[in-house]
């Protein structure tokens, strides 16, 4: 089911399948800023870009599947090389949620994991909202577990301000963390984190993406990003921002990292519209921990502990320039 929310600058719709935006309409401009497809049936066949869904319980890549809370190792399936991406098996981006509450601007929809769904530890609930205000859609998730567990969640929207007529080698893009970490062969992110001055990771000014990807860099995947920028503090605060010669995207949140993927893999197909999607076509913004934190020392670990809420935010402001 897709319901649809407005408010007086955006047009929303929320898909309870994965419960993934489906479009962001800028009203004035009439430009749906994110990728998707015309029905659930095009999110199935192409599951393994988790375009506009919600990601979890774990977001980005968990090394050969394993973690360990306290005194107990957990193992996960594994489905990216040898290691779990995405929660693998258990993923919510697949799974139908519940409607919880709907009104004229906002939406909350609810999923129930079991404990070691997937191979993860205890019953989580868990509430997804989606809500316009003014110029802003907050993306807000609120989870509560009956044992320790890791809670890492994401919004995976892939965002074209062209309106997905060209790809988004032409928008500009400011991050506000001016460090990043690199991947392994395998696309896993390492312990080790670079300054990303003078390098093509560097958006710490406006930058043409595409410049970046001609300048590339060795650490590169596919030829574009897929890596973690790394803030490792949970304060809100600006994460990016994405523009083009009519649009501005702001994304703030209070997750640690923001994870940035320019689509360096998506093979030609039917998106939304009838328009095609290709490489580089979009761009997602993902506020998350640290990919494999849960693994690494010095870093924010996702864990959500037994019957205490979490509650984290995404917020996305969309304006016309």
């Not at 994401?154 to 001016?178: R, V």
């Not at 893999?265 to 997602?284: A, L, M």
Request: proline content about 1%; overall charge negative.
């Amino acid at each position: 089911m897709i319901c649809r929310i407005e408010n007086e600058k955006l047009i929303a719709k929320v898909s309870t399948l994965g419960a993934t935006l489906v479009s962001l309409v800028e009203k004035e401009s009439g430009i749906d800023i994110v990728l998707g497809y015309d029905d659930e049936k095009g999110y199935l066949l192409h599951s393994g870009d988790h375009i506009g869904a919600t990601v979890g319980r774990n977001a980005n890549r968990i090394a050969k599947g394993q973690f360990r809370i306290g005194e107990e190792t957990y193992q996960l399936s594994i489905n990216n090389g040898p290691n779990n991406l995405h929660s693998g098996v258990s993923d919510f981006s697949f799974r139908a949620f519940d409607v919880k509450e709907v009104k004229d601007d906002s939406i909350t929809l609810s999923i129930t994991d079991n404990d070691m769904s997937g191979g993860f530890p205890g019953n989580l609930k868990l509430d997804v909202t989606y809500k316009l205000e003014g110029n802003d859609l907050l993306f807000r998730f609120d989870g509560i577990c009956d044992r320790d567990s890791i809670l890492n969640v994401t919004s995976h929207s892939y965002f074209n301000l062209n309106g997905a007529d060209e790809n988004i080698c032409n928008h500009e893009l400011k991050l506000y963390a001016g460090r990043v970490s690199l991947n392994d062969d395998d696309g896993m992110a390492t312990d080790k984190v670079i300054d990303v001055t003078g390098t093509a990771f560097d958006f710490t000014d406006f930058t043409v993406i595409g410049d970046n990807f001609r300048k590339g860099h060795e650490n590169f995947s596919n030829g574009g990003i897929d890596h973690n920028y790394v803030f490792e503090n949970m304060e809100d605060k600006e994460i990016a921002v994405l523009r083009n010669d009519r649009l501005e995207l702001e994304v703030r949140s209070d997750l640690p990292c923001v994870h940035v993927y320019t689509s360096n893999f998506i093979d030609r197909f039917t998106g939304k519209y009838g328009k095609e999607y290709r490489k580089y076509w979009g761009i997602c913004l993902e506020c998350d921990y640290y990919a494999n934190g849960i693994n690494y020392e010095g870093f924010i670990k996702p864990i959500i502990k037994a019957n205490e809420e979490v509650s984290h935010y995404i917020r996305y402001t969309v304006r016309k320039r």
